[in-house]
């Protein structure tokens, strides 16, 4: 029998997806079969981007990569996992400070579903500063933000925050 395919989780905000969330999805992608981003649909966050918007610029962006797909969860992650029969969550670390908070995740969800693993993967040095956050802020002040996302991010930032003529 042939083994079962490989299938990661890697699941975010994604409001917006940068360069940071890319290089995790072409380095993930190949450490299995297949990898699903999923965006997360968050009552509580005031997102930038709606739900729909983000997936479609994920699309966009990793349209060429077969072995990726785009798709969004409510609820628990360890149930979506569960539900996609995924044993894995990729996260990405950037620096000491994300520890804390991903550390606790993983504790948690590894508490809720003892079969499913967390890896990380360490962010590349030239993204390891970038965050959907500052990328935000940098965009809302008309600063120029095209060297941390990838260019349909950028177009859509851009219409967001226009700059003053
Ligand atoms: O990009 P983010 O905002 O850091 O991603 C956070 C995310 C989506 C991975 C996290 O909020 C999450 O998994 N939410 C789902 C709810 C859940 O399962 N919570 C309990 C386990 S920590």
Known sequence: ?????????YPG?????????LDMIERGA???DRLVIAVLHNDVKQPLFTVAERMEMLREVVAHMDKVEVDCFAG???A???QRDARLIL????????????????LMNRRLDKGIETVFLMASEENSFVSSRLVKEVARLGGDISSFVPAPVARRLSAHF???L
Request: with cysteine; charged share 15%.
């Open 1 to 9: 029998m042939a083994p079962a395919p490989v299938v990661v989780i």
């Open 13 to 21: 905000s994604f409001d917006p997806m940068t360069n940071g969330h």
């Open 30 to 32: 190949r450490l299995c």
């Open 76 to 78: 628990l992650l360890v």
């Open 80 to 82: 979506y996992a569960a």
């Open 91 to 106: 996260r990405g670390i950037r620096a000491i400070a994300d520890y804390e908070y991903e550390s606790q995740m993983a």
């Open 162 to 164: 226009p700059k003053p």
